[in-house]
């Protein structure tokens, strides 16, 4: 878990580039308790990513930055990273695996970024080194960086400001940074609310692990590969299990029409849009 005191002064250090989301009450009357969205598409890269990435850039040694700063990611992190290294007016290299949209490889252009495009065994063992070889620069994990998570934990500490009495808040699982964050503030400023991850049941790593009482690891077959959730890493599974963060995995493949329904009615009711998937 990351510490309160981590979280607050990441708070700090993003003001300014990250903004404070609004939490909005969903109009379900048909729903037996209150649904409220934390509209994190309304972050300028339409992510929560960038939270992570400018504490991460931000809390950087001295002279970390000197030679750019480097992630591996399908689009959303490295956006975020390339974002704050524009800010800083240092060169930003996304490792991006070979299936990454090219709406979001666009982006990245688009905020100055270098593409280095690379098959999917290859990105994936350049995140679990975080290195790839002949590229330098402060390397900023997606997922196991705890500047990272605790950029992301800021979204708690909103929730907790926004709103009495949190019953349940559920988080989508990609690779746990996300859910460690905003579990992390919870459990300290809320320790009453339940945390629950969520993943598509065809690449559902984290809600396996649970099962198992153990991290486990997926095939990589097509659908994993696409959600990039093929593990459970051994920290984040450590870290997450005694803390009560529960797991979920919701019906895919043939339902990506349902939830497509789900994007259609949260766009009716609040007319934000959001993308299906990473």
Not at 11 to 32: C, D, F, K
Not at 175 to 184: D, H, P, V
Not at 234 to 261: L, V
């Amino acid at each position: 878990m990351i510490p309160l005191a981590e979280i607050e002064a990441a708070r700090e250090r993003i003001r300014g580039t990250s903004i404070r989301t609004p939490l909005v009450r969903l109009q379900a009357p048909e729903s037996p308790a209150e649904i409220w969205l934390k509209l994190e598409c309304l972050q300028p890269i339409c992510s929560f990513k960038l939270r992570g990435a400018a504490n991460a850039v931000r809390s950087a040694p001295a002279g970390a930055l000197a030679r750019g700063v480097v992630t591996t990611s399908a689009g959303n992190m490295a956006q975020g990273v390339a974002w704050m290294a524009r800010e800083e007016g240092v060169p930003a290299t996304i490792i991006a695996p070979d299936h990454a949209p090219q709406t979001k490889l666009d982006a990245i252009a688009r905020l100055g970024g270098t593409v280095i495009t690379v098959p999917f065994d290859r990105w994936w063992q350049a995140m679990e080194e975080s290195s790839y070889p002949g590229v330098e620069g402060l390397f900023v994990h997606p997922v196991l960086d705890d500047a990272v998570m605790a950029g992301n934990g800021t979204i708690g500490l909103e929730l907790v400001d926004d709103l009495d009495d949190i019953d349940t808040v559920l988080v989508p699982w990609g690779g746990g940074g996300l859910t460690t964050g905003i579990a992390s503030a919870l459990a300290a400023l809320s320790p009453g609310t339940a945390v629950l991850a969520c993943e598509p049941e065809t690449g559902a790593p984290y809600a396996a692990s649970l099962a198992a009482g153990k991290a486990v690891k997926m095939g990589a077959d097509d659908a994993t590969r696409r959600l990039n959730a093929t593990s459970a890493a051994d920290s984040f599974f450590a870290a997450n299990f005694p803390t009560g963060i529960r797991g979920s995995s919701y019906a895919d493949g043939p339902c990506w029409r349902e939830n497509r329904a789900c994007c259609s009615f949260r766009w009716r009711q609040t007319k934000c849009s959001s993308q299906i998937g990473r």
